[in-house]
């Protein structure tokens, strides 16, 4: 379960996030993930936001949850370019 956490971390920079990948290029070029507590199951959702500011950076936002509840959080920086 710790494993699929770390894994699913690296999706913090997706979630939330409304871009048209058709048009946009995005990066994450660091991720850090605060671990609260061990998680108790394989089952790993994600709820997350992502914060785009005109000059193309931007953050993303993430808390990671089990069956139990909120295990984690993450936090990426992202750099956005036209295609």
Same mark, same amino acid.
Request: hydrophobic share 40%; net charge negative.
């Given at each position: 379960?710790? +494993?699929?956490?770390? *894994?699913?971390?690296?999706? *913090? ?21 605060? +671990? ?25 936002? *993430?808390?990671?949850?089990d069956l139990s509840g909120r295990v *984690? ?11």
């Amino acid at each position: 379960p710790f +494993v699929r956490l770390c *894994a699913l971390s690296d999706f *913090a920079s997706g979630s939330g996030n409304d871009l048209d990948f058709a048009r946009f290029v995005s990066i994450n070029p660091d991720l850090t993930l605060h +671990v609260e507590r061990e998680p108790t199951s394989d089952w790993i959702g994600i709820e997350g936001r992502t914060d785009i500011r005109p000059d193309g950076t931007a953050q993303s936002l *993430a808390a990671l949850y089990d069956l139990s509840g909120r295990v *984690a959080r993450a936090q990426a920086s992202l750099d956005v370019a036209g295609r």
